[in-house]
């Protein structure tokens, strides 16, 4: 069974925000699948599709970002999922916008919401998918920044990212995360 966990904030007023790629990519896995989500258990939302005979579960919690991990630690607990088997996505500052970068383990790198999944899992090693939303300029806060929609011309560059995001999670239902590393972070 694989977990997909796409981090954002609920609400009408975060819709389309740089914060919330995760549930973007997540949004775009359960287009694809033509899945919606129908169980809301642990602060959160998910759906559950089989690809190939394996489960897969698309979750967004509903804790807003810096209490991610208490959604998704219950979530593996009750559904008894190998912590080799999810895959977080989530929006990175030190990625330009558009890019995504795939990593099998690291720190929080001052993500609020992976600071959260690594206080609940109790562990850094679990798979991320980071899509780039670039740095603020001319001085603005960061809260301003990931909590603002994309200017027009950035969103083709996010809008390919959400693609490219969400055909990593499908490639990892039928191949190894280092496969599917090395395709995506080529």
């Known amino acids: 069974m694989k977990l997909f966990v796409g981090l954002g904030n609920p609400g009408k007023e975060y819709e389309e925000t740089r914060h919330n790629v995760g549930f973007m990519v997540i949004d775009e896995l359960a287009r694809r699948w033509n899945v919606s989500y129908n169980q809301a258990k642990f602060h959160?939302?998910?759906?559950s599709h089989v690809i190939s005979g394996e489960k897969v579960i698309l979750c967004k919690p509903l804790t807003y970002m810096n209490l991610s991990g208490e959604c998704v630690r219950p979530l593996i607990d009750y559904f008894k999922i190998d912590i080799e088997d999810v895959?977080?996505?989530?929006?990175d500052l030190d990625l330009p916008v558009g890019k995504i970068r795939l990593?099998?383990?690291?720190?929080?790198?001052?993500?609020?919401?992976?600071?959260?999944l690594i206080h609940h899992l109790g562990t850094e090693q679990f798979k991320?998918?980071?899509v780039g939303i670039g740095r603020p300029q001319n001085g603005q806060k960061i809260t301003d920044y990931v909590l603002g929609r994309f200017p027009v011309e950035e969103v083709p560059e996010i809008?390919?990212?959400?693609?490219?995001?969400?055909?990593?999670?499908?490639?990892?239902?039928?191949?190894?995360?280092?496969?599917?590393?090395?395709?995506?972070?080529a």
């Open 44 to 47: 959160g939302i998910f759906a």
């Open 103 to 116: 990593r099998t383990k690291g720190s929080a790198g001052g993500h609020n919401g992976i600071k959260s």
């Open 159 to 185: 809008k390919q990212a959400i693609h490219r995001a969400a055909d990593a999670c499908e490639k990892f239902v039928g191949a190894s995360f280092v496969q599917v590393m090395n395709e995506f972070n």
């Open 87 to 91: 895959v977080v996505i989530y929006d």
């Open 128 to 130: 991320r998918i980071r």
